[in-house]
């Protein structure tokens, strides 16, 4: 049952539609609606339009605004089920921001492919992303070449504005298989989103504690792939720069392979660059550490 505000309310929420800021209007909006943020998300991904409540209170209190077109889409719904005018909250979004903007995450598309729908999902999650400040991670490969887990620590910086989750994409070899998250340190999983068919998982980490802009944060988590076909590559995508990339690939000792190489791209479609033979030896892990790095792709291929 909807819960109606007093006709001073009504009045206070005419003026913010017709003045804002965003988030404010927003705000008075649910407050009128009596509709909390789980139900709204519980509404928005009824009629198909995935939004995490991590989103929505983020729009709501300011922290961040919906840009994208995915984005756009779920504001013109939630403009329906709060009952006010159609295109109220979106004229809104018009209006200058007060502060410096933070630094603009390179496009999901730049960095996943567009005909696979995963920019799609990744789009669905609009909070204020932290940036890598340092990326550790070790992947083991089991004798059939087979990747098996992931282990991450990083350490994440919140930028100009606060931070409160981590967002991992990881993708598998067998359809139908995607990775799924073991366990978690410091931080905690929140929305969860899978393309089964395409081996594709997102998992959005929470962490113990929001972080102030400019305050650091370590976060570790472990992976477990569930791949029935070897494969020859791994990479990890950044949408932001990263200070320190330290990636680790333990093979099985009785599979090693016979070249191993790490390279970067700027995009999906670009070409490889600064490719490096990665040497290897008994018993040592295969790794390539690198500094002061761009957004984009960092990976390592191997053929046996």
């Known amino acids: 049952m ?3 505000a007093p006709a001073a309310g009504r009045e206070v929420l005419v003026q913010a539609l017709a003045e804002g800021p965003f988030e404010r209007a927003l705000t008075l909006a649910i407050e009128r609606s009596g509709l909390g943020l789980a139900r709204l998300r519980e509404r928005l991904a009824a009629s198909g339009v995935p939004v995490s409540t991590t ?3 983020s729009w709501r209190m300011g922290r961040s605004r919906p840009e ?4 756009l889409r779920a504001l013109a719904l939630l403009e329906s089920v709060l009952d006010v005018p159609p295109g109220a909250l979106r004229a809104l979004l018009d209006q200058p921001r007060t502060g410096a903007p933070a630094p603009r995450a390179a496009r999901w598309d730049r960095l996943w492919e567009n005909r696979s729908l995963l920019p799609m999902v990744l789009n669905s999650f609009e909070d204020p992303s932290p940036e890598s400040v340092s990326v550790h991670e070790t992947l083991h ?3 059939g070449g087979r990747m098996r887990s992931l282990h991450v620590r990083e350490v994440l910086r919140a930028r100009d504005e606060p931070a409160f989750a981590r967002i991992v994409a990881l993708r598998g070899y067998t359809p139908g298989r995607s990775p799924e998250l073991e366990s978690a340190r410091y931080c905690r999983p929140g929305c969860v989103r899978t393309r089964p068919e395409q081996a594709f998982s997102v998992t959005e980490l929470v962490l113990d504690h929001p972080l102030a802009p400019g305050e650091t944060a370590i976060v570790e988590y472990r992976c ?4 029935e076909e070897p494969d020859s590559r791994y990479d990890r995508r950044f949408r932001l720069p990263v200070a320190e990339h330290l990636m680790e690939v333990r093979f099985d000792p009785a599979a090693l392979p016979a070249e191993c190489v790490a390279y970067r791209q700027d995009s999906l479609t670009g070409p490889e660059l600064e490719t490096a033979e990665v040497r290897l030896r008994p018993g040592e892990p295969a ?3 690198r500094t002061g790095q761009g957004p984009g792709i ?6 046996w």
Request: net charge positive.
């Open 68 to 71: 994208r077109p995915e984005s």
């Open 2 to 4: 909807r819960l109606f």
């Open 55 to 57: 989103t929505l209170s």
């Open 298 to 303: 960092h990976g390592m291929r191997w053929q």
């Open 287 to 289: 790794h390539v550490i």
């Open 141 to 143: 490969v089991d004798a």
């Open 224 to 227: 477990a792939f569930r791949d």
